[in-house]
């Protein structure tokens, strides 16, 4: 019996990738880098490739068909929310811009003068004496250089007609209506000169005004003959140099005020300060001048009567600037 012949040894296959360039398979699935020029395998996920990024918004599919779920999305306010919203508004924005409005309204009126037409015919009794007789008078309203008044003191107590005026312009403020007098005493800068200034309260500016003219043509009347009697009485004032004159004249004003009824006159009376002196005497080829030394002093009374008269109002409306410095 023929023995049967023993097979071929075996031979390996033809390999699955040509034999020159390309990458060889590696037992173990190892995948070697690429070689110039050879093929090159796409890339398999977990085999050491970065698999491609999953398109935005899309999230790559997961192993076992699980699908993850999708994002919470953030509400969008409601009605409520909205409504809130404009409640703080009005509570928070609304009373500021209110208390801006009051502050602005407050500054406003603190800057506005509001004229009272009652305050002028009380003024007499709501001021404080020493602005009704401030500390210096002067003419601020002439340009030359004039001459000042220096206070030296103030009446406390005595306020009535009787008691503070004289000569015929008693008796025509009497019927004038008068009610009260205040009064204080001034001397000039060089303090040879004294004067009592009278502010006389009476009925009306109307009756002012015409007793301001009655006493005028009296003491026009006067001067052709004697000299009026002064229309206060002097009042000294101790330890000045007020301390003792003596009356030699008068003037008498009205103290008006535009459409404000105003019931003031102001009464100057004033004289010398210098007792010793013998005024309207004078010796030699100067004694017919003797009269003209005495009419100085109405002169200096007609001047400080005008100061007042115009500065007055000023106190009354609040700007004592203008009774000068």
Not at 184 to 193: H, L, P
Not at 285 to 302: I, K, S, T
């Amino acid at each position: 019996m023929a023995s049967a012949s023993a097979p071929p040894p075996w031979q390996p296959g033809p390999p699955p990738y040509p034999p020159t360039g390309g990458v060889q398979p590696q037992p173990g699935g190892y995948h070697p880098p690429p070689q110039p020029g050879g093929y090159q395998p796409p890339p398999q996920p977990g085999m050491g490739y970065q698999a491609t990024p999953a398109p935005p918004g899309q999230l790559p599919s997961q192993g076992g068909g699980f699908t993850p779920p999708p994002s919470p999305r953030r509400r969008r306010p409601g009605r409520t929310a909205g409504t809130w919203g404009v409640v703080l508004i009005v509570l928070g924005v609304f009373p500021l811009l209110a208390g801006l409005a009051v502050l602005a309204a407050a500054v406003k009126n603190a800057r506005h003068d509001e004229a009272n037409p009652a305050f002028p015919a009380r003024a007499w009794h709501n001021l404080r004496s020493d602005q009704i007789f401030p500390a210096h008078l002067e003419d601020t309203s002439v340009i030359q250089e004039n001459t000042g008044w220096t206070r030296q003191g103030i009446l406390r107590k005595g306020f009535s007609c009787a008691e503070n005026l004289d000569g015929p312009f008693l008796k025509q403020a009497e019927s004038a209506g008068c009610r009260n007098v205040m009064a204080a005493t001034y001397t000039d800068d060089t303090g040879k000169v004294a004067a009592t200034v009278a502010l006389v309260v009476i009925r009306s500016q109307k009756a002012a005004e015409s007793l301001a003219a009655e006493f005028e043509e009296t003491a026009e009347a006067g001067r052709t003959t004697d000299l009026v009697k002064p229309p206060v009485k002097p009042i000294a004032v101790p330890e000045t140099p007020a301390a003792q004159w003596r009356a030699f004249g008068g003037h008498v004003d009205a103290v008006g005020l535009s459409d404000t009824d105003a019931p003031y006159v102001v009464a100057v009376t004033a004289g010398p300060t210098d007792l010793k002196r013998d005024y309207g005497r004078l010796p030699g080829d100067w004694e017919d001048q003797g009269p003209a030394e005495v009419r100085l002093f109405p002169q200096a009374a007609d001047d400080l009567a005008g100061i007042y008269s115009r500065s007055f109002p000023s106190v009354i409306e609040g700007k004592e600037t203008s009774w000068g410095t």
